[in-house]
């Protein structure tokens, strides 16, 4: 049987921050080249942090949208933050997931950028 701590470590936070790019599409380029050193900003932060991991972004239907997991949404969100509000692109925000992704009941806050 597990104990108690151990399982609460289980559970994956997330923050998930969502920008608006110029276009439907994928964004210009200069964006592109934005969101590489972000995502290399992000990376080192959170690794260097001990807060989790950076998952990664994805593009689709005029934004861009980065994704980091770790076991507290709000340590993770207070170590990347200064990096997402430096990104140029608005309107903007960030999803902070406190619980599973397969859990229904996981408490959600929204932080405008």
Known sequence: ??????????????????????????????????????????TEAIEHADVGEFEGNEYGGGEVVFYAHGPDADALFSVVAPILNDLPFRPAHVALRYGSVDDPSAAEHRVEL
Do not use: C, F, K, W
């Open 1 to 42: 049987m597990a104990d108690t701590d151990e399982v609460e470590n289980d559970v994956e936070h997330a923050v998930i921050a969502h920008y608006r790019l110029a276009d439907d599409g994928l964004g210009e380029p200069g964006q592109r080249d934005v969101v590489r050193q972000a995502r290399s900003l992000l």
